[in-house]
């Protein structure tokens, strides 16, 4: 981040809503949504695009739109890099102004990020892979293992023959 340049969560402020429904597109830095170390294969580099209508209504607030996110994600097999394109086209997020779910307002703002993060999360690739059929590093292991190999096979029965040789 450059200095001087003040990142923002993504606010809205109620007080414009109360004339007409509130129009937003944009971009939202990826350091704000904190991601990054939530998944040790997922990775995310790029801004969050945003493009939203916020509508008010008598004890609620309705965001709706769509959010985009590019992610850089390693395969669980082969850890190969994959990229991957987090598409919310249809998010909708409800928020109460009572009630047990009321949402903060703070200086007659409420900031969406929590709960995009939050929306981001559950939509994280579980078990990203670089094709349905990666054989992973399985077939390279094994290989390596194999008798006259590499020597890592002698070695790995070696160290078993002398723990079979224990005396308990």
């Known amino acids: 981040m450059e200095k001087g340049i003040q990142v923002m969560s993504l606010l809205v402020n109620l007080r414009h809503l109360e ?6 597109t944009g971009e939202l830095p990826v ?7 939530v998944d040790e ?3 995310v580099q790029l801004p969050l695009k945003y493009d939203l209508e916020i509508q008010k209504f008598e004890k609620s607030i309705l ?5 985009e996110l590019s992610l850089q994600c390693e395969c669980v097999r ?4 994959v990229p991957w394109r987090l598409d919310l086209s249809d998010w909708a997020c409800h928020l109460p102004f009572e009630g047990e779910e009321k949402v903060t307002i703070a200086n007659d703002c409420v900031d969406l ?8 999360l559950l939509s994280f690739p579980q078990h990203p892979l670089c094709k349905p059929e990666c054989t992973g590093l399985t077939s390279t ?13 002698q070695m790995a029965s070696s160290a078993w023959t002398v723990l079979d040789k224990l005396k308990l």
């Open 19 to 24: 004339k007409k429904n509130l129009l937003l």
């Open 31 to 37: 350091e704000l949504l904190e991601l990054e170390g």
């Open 41 to 43: 294969l997922i990775h």
């Open 63 to 67: 965001a709706q739109g769509s959010l």
């Open 78 to 81: 082969c850890l190969k890099p």
């Open 113 to 120: 990020t929590p709960y995009i993060r939050e929306d981001i």
């Open 141 to 153: 292991l094994q290989d390596k293992l194999k008798p006259g190999g590499n020597g890592q096979s």
